[in-house]
C-alpha cells in the first residue's frame, strides 16, 4: 500500500484483518503515539540481549530523514524532465 501507490480504500481486508481505512487510521494514530521509535529500541534490545545484533555487517541509510536546519542547495538537486519515455524494461 505505502508504495504502490494503492487506495486504502482497495486494500484487501481478508489479508490485513480489517479495512484499509482502518488500518491506515491505525498507522496514523501509532506515528502519533511514537510507537514506531520504541518499537524500534524494543527490538534492537532484543536482538541485543540474544546476541542477533551484528553491528559489523550495517548499512544506514538517512534519505528519508528530513533536514531541520537549511535546505539542499541548488547544485544538489536532481531535476528530471517532465516527458514519459517509453519503457526499456
Excluded: F, Q, Y
Excluded at 502519533?32 to 559489523?56: F, N, Y
Aim: charged letters at 25%.
Amino acid at each position: 500500500m505505502l508504495c504502490e501507490g494503492v487506495s486504502w480504500a482497495d486494500a484487501p481486508s481478508e489479508r490485513i484483518g480489517c479495512s484499509g481505512v482502518t488500518a491506515w487510521r491505525r498507522l496514523r494514530n501509532w506515528t502519533e503515539a511514537g510507537v514506531w521509535p520504541r518499537l524500534h529500541e524494543i527490538l534492537l534490545a532484543e536482538l541485543r540481549a540474544a546476541g542477533l545484533l551484528d553491528m559489523d555487517d550495517a548499512a544506514v541509510d538517512g534519505s528519508h530523514v528530513r533536514a531541520l536546519k537549511g535546505r539542499l542547495t541548488p547544485a544538489l538537486r536532481r531535476s528530471t524532465p517532465h516527458v514519459r519515455e517509453a519503457s526499456t524494461t
